[in-house]
């Protein structure tokens, strides 16, 4: 998959790491005092207008400014009352800025941003992880809609920049770790819209996942737990884009050279694998049998397709 290109509105997903956030409004700051006839320790709020309030000094604005400078706005308006003042200010509690994960996640959650930098994959392990397919171990539940990973995607105002996580799990990955800023929403879809069906005489037919972007023909006729005494292999069909302009694609999967190639042989969402009893030589005799286990059919769908023979 292409790495998408990046609109210049986006520029700041860039993975290098931000100098730390000021406090933001509705925030709590922790600031201590070594100075030598005081030592203590101050938690304050930071307003909606950015604003606190510091014993001796009153209030004073600090919206905008970095920690550092906080310290010394502090340390400077304490000199007036006390002698060579140490101030340590750190942020105690992240209240305003935050960032949504929603989708096929174990929890969706909002998480809150902090001075350390909230990547997307961080922001993702936070609620849980990705639903994976297979058996929950903690419920024992056949997990059949879980994540799609290749296909996540990030909401930042009026613009939306697409990342495929499977290459950041990759040494060889190719995405950006994106950090993320206030108010952007991470959206991680389930595998629906991914998903092909095998039917006829196989022992387990249904729906089956392409995980991270990638099932061939051989991995899902085993995940099916493979062809039926009745079956016939050397005659399965592969009916592609059945909705719209079909392509149906016959393999001999009798043949080792044919089990080699439907190994190598990658599926795309919505692809319908068939396995029949006998030789069905013609477009229609194959969608004739398909055609009743789909519970939605376009009733247009154009016969004018002939059969292709995969070989090696």
């Keep these: ?8 509105e986006l520029a700041l997903f860039a993975a290098t790491p931000p100098p730390a956030p000021p406090p933001p409004p509705s925030s709590a700051i922790l600031a201590r005092n070594f100075s030598t006839n005081i030592s203590s320790s101050i938690g304050i709020s930071v307003d909606q207008n950015g604003n606190i309030f510091y014993p001796y000094i009153g209030e004073i604005k600090i919206a905008g400014l970095s920690i550092p400078e906080v310290r010394t706005l502090i340390t400077q308006k304490l000199s007036i ?26 929890t969706p959650r909002v998480i809150p941003i902090t001075n350390t930098p909230l990547t997307i994959l961080n922001a993702i392990t936070l609620t849980g992880g990705p639903i994976r397919c297979g058996v929950n171990q903690n419920t024992s539940v056949v997990e059949t809609e879980c994540s799609n990973l290749t296909e996540v995607t990030i909401k930042r105002g009026s ?14 990955g190719t995405s950006e770790n994106w950090i993320l800023k ?8 389930s595998n629906i819209k991914s998903q092909v069906f095998v039917l006829g005489a196989v022992n387990s037919p249904g729906p089956y996942n392409i995980n991270n972007g990638k099932l061939s023909l051989l991995d899902v006729i085993g995940s099916s737990r493979g062809f039926s005494n009745q079956s016939s292999p050397e005659f399965t069909y592969i009916i592609r884009d059945f909705y ?20 190598q042989f990658y599926l795309k969402p919505k692809d319908i694998i068939y396995a029949t009893k006998s030789r069905l030589v013609q477009f229609n005799e194959v ?7 789909m519970t939605t059919i376009n009733q247009g769908v154009n016969t004018a397709v002939g059969v292709k023979t995969l070989s090696n």
Excluded: H, W
Excluded at 1 to 8: F, I, R
Excluded at 161 to 166: A, G, K, Q
Excluded at 183 to 188: A, C, E, I, K, S
């Design 244 to 263: 719209s302009e079909p392509e149906i694609f016959s393999i001999n999967l009798r043949s080792p050279d044919s089990l080699l190639l439907a190994g």
């Design 1 to 8: 998959m292409d790495k998408p290109a990046t609109p210049p």
């Design 287 to 293: 969608m004739s049998l398909v055609t009743p286990s």
């Design 159 to 172: 613009q939306i920049v697409n990342i495929d996580l499977t290459t950041l799990e990759s040494p060889k």
């Design 81 to 106: 009352y006390l002698k060579k003042p140490q101030i340590n200010v750190t942020v105690n509690e992240f209240n305003s800025q935050k960032v949504a994960v929603v989708g096929a996640v174990v």
């Design 182 to 189: 206030d108010g952007d929403v991470v959206t991680v879809p």
